[in-house]
């Protein structure tokens, strides 16, 4: 029965033609089990087409469209003094790159973004971090 309602989807790849063939398989295999499930009561009494096109038309969902989330006006972690800016001239090694990766042979990455309440290098990745482990 299943080589009457194969998919139609030719390709040269060997694994696509085995993938659809299986998929196949698997839809027709529900369907017979929903029959014997079903009894007298399956509402499917014309066919496999029928309820193959009902499955498809199920699987197939409408998309809702999403609103963005909302972003707070600072970084992550923020506070009202801890803010994270431009305050270095020169670049100077991340306090929490190199707390991160000390004993490592990974060397600390530098930056010119810091906090200015603690006059510490930060990258704007590590500000969030830095915020919650030491001012909480």
């Known amino acids: 029965m299943i080589g009457y309602y194969q998919f139609q989807h030719r390709s040269k790849k060997w694994w696509r033609r085995l993938f659809f063939f299986f998929l196949a398989a698997g839809c027709y295999n529900a369907y017979v089990a929903a029959r014997c ?3 007298n009561t399956f509402k499917y009494k014309s066919g496999y087409k029928d309820w193959l096109e009902d499955l498809a038309q199920e ?3 409408p998309v809702t469209a999403r609103s963005a989330p909302q ?3 600072g970084p ?3 506070t ?3 803010n994270c800016e431009k305050i270095f001239e020169k670049r100077k090694v991340c306090r929490e790159c190199a707390l991160s990766r000390s004993g490592t042979d990974v060397r600390a990455r530098a930056t010119v ?4 309440q603690c006059n510490e290098a930060l990258h ?5 971090k830095h915020v919650r482990r030491h001012h909480k």
């Open 76 to 78: 992550v972690g923020a």
């Open 59 to 61: 699987l197939v969902t």
């Open 71 to 73: 972003c707070s006006s």
């Open 37 to 39: 499930a079903g009894g």
């Open 113 to 116: 973004y810091g906090c200015r």
């Open 80 to 82: 009202s003094e801890h």
């Open 124 to 128: 704007v990745k590590c500000f969030g």
